[in-house]
């Protein structure tokens, strides 16, 4: 005797249609791609943000250099005997219109107290300077 499935009405039943584990899967793959991307690039700028640390004025007083960490070296762990300093960078500006004049990166923010002002004869700042990382001569037309 041979066994067979049959429905009610006496007819073997047709085979399930196969559905795809992945059918609709390249909106998902696309909204996973746009998604990663965009949790990068924020973190990204997280990790970059520039944390104001301090100013130093000049003697003069017509210009400011004020120095900024980057947010995400808070974050990292510190191993005992590194420097545990953190990168930033500087930026130097007029006081009188508060124009950006320059930029420059910093290994170690602690290096922002090597700052130097040279003076003219005048008393007023010509240049400013650290030892082997910063030079910046200040034209005479930016007075």
Not at 64 to 85: C, H, M, N, Q
Not at 119 to 140: C, H, M, Q, V
């Amino acid at each position: 005797m041979k066994i067979t499935d049959k429905n009610s009405s006496g007819n073997i039943p047709e085979q399930p249609e196969k559905i795809s584990r992945f059918k609709g899967c390249g909106w998902c793959l696309l909204m996973f791609a746009i998604l990663s991307g965009f949790l990068y690039w924020c973190g990204y700028k997280l990790y970059h943000k520039e944390i104001y640390r301090g100013e130093i004025l000049s003697p003069c007083g017509k210009y400011r250099i004020d120095y900024y960490y980057y947010a995400g070296e808070s974050v990292i762990p510190i191993t005992p005997g590194s420097s545990s300093d953190k990168a930033g960078c500087i930026y130097i500006y007029r006081q009188t219109d508060n124009k950006k004049l320059f930029r420059e990166e910093l290994p170690m923010i602690q290096l922002a107290g090597d700052i130097s002002f040279h003076k003219d004869e005048k008393g007023n700042t010509r240049a400013i300077s650290a030892p082997g990382w910063l030079f910046y001569e200040i034209e005479k037309d930016s007075r």
